[in-house]
């Protein structure tokens, strides 16, 4: 499994950021930066509930 962030999309919300920190971070620049973005499969549901809870779908998971 991969992180994928449309950065050109992203708002800097911060929702990804608040559920699951060690995978998201929003930068200086106010856009997301993925931390790690091939996260173990275990972490799979956490990691896709915080992709869901972006508000302008810009995170998507692939594999």
């Given amino acids: ?18 559920m699951e920190p060690e995978f998201f971070e929003v930068g200086e620049d106010g856009t997301v930066v993925v931390l790690d973005d091939q996260p173990d499969e275990a972490r799979r549901t956490e990691v896709q509930a915080a992709v869901d809870s972006c508000p302008v779908a810009a995170l998507s998971l692939q594999g």
């Fill in 1 to 18: 499994m991969r992180i994928v962030a449309d950065r050109s999309r992203c708002e800097g919300l911060g929702m990804c950021e608040a």
